[in-house]
């Protein structure tokens, strides 16, 4: 599936075109997750996504902006927006809305394969970017990241292995780390994925729990598993009262 969407990406790629630039406020994601950590004992990236290739449509009709104001009421310390469309429904439109709306730091979640794209999302205002291991050699991958810190760019690194993590540091040292608790091959998630992977993190850098977490049990597993943020999209796209339900998931990290 993986090998899928980034083929596609590819191919899109051939018709690409540089947006014009957003003129909107920079916010640290990584600062607003810090203070998170210390203040309730872990930071929360709330995404919005339309639509997954493992669930099909979580919610077509998604007034984004909308969705976006209500995570920030909510407490969520950062927003987290897919803007592939192919397999998400989302796009670099979605992106701009959302980044015009809140003042929380803004993610943009995409499979970025190519440095056209790290200037596009400097451009569209995003605050930082997802950049995947198991799509982009360790070496290409360092490349990239520090492409996009010199545009202003902050990172997001995910892996999903041990393998792919340690792969990594070899070569380079994330200071976020996303654990994706999605296995890409079956699509089962598993919060256990976060403990597994944590001892092999360098103890200065950041981990951010992603994939899979649903109430406040999972939050206290990953919390006591070492992740000082989570990443939480289907939960909350789809849920009725996310400015109620935030804090609930949050106080997970208090638990146990
Ligand atoms: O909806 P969930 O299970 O809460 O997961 C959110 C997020 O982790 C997931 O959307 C995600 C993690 N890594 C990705 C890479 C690309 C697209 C999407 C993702």
Partial sequence: MLEKIVDRKKEDLKFFQLPRREEVKPHSLKQALAFAANR??????????????SKGVLAEDLDVVERAKAYEAGGADAISVLTDGPYFQGSIMDLIAVKRAVSVPVLRKDFIVDERQIEESARIGADAILLIASILEPDHLKDMAEMAHAVGLETLVEVHTKDELEQL???????LIGVNNRNLKTFATDTGQTRALSDSVPSDSFIVSE???????????????????????????????????IPDLKKGALLG
Avoid: F, Q
């Avoid at 004992?41 to 290739?53: D, N, V, Y």
């Avoid at 540091?169 to 200071?175: E, F, G, I, T």
């Avoid at 649903?214 to 909350?236: C, F, P, Q």
């Fill in 40 to 53: 309730d004992g872990i930071g929360l990236i709330a995404e919005i996504k339309r639509a997954s290739p």
């Fill in 169 to 175: 540091l070899a070569v380079y040292d994330p200071s």
């Fill in 211 to 245: 994939s899979g977490i649903h109430n406040a049990e999972d939050v206290a597993s990953v919390a006591k598993a070492g992740a000082k943020a989570m990443l939480i999209g289907e939960r909350l796209v789809s849920d009725g009262d996310p400015e109620k339900t």
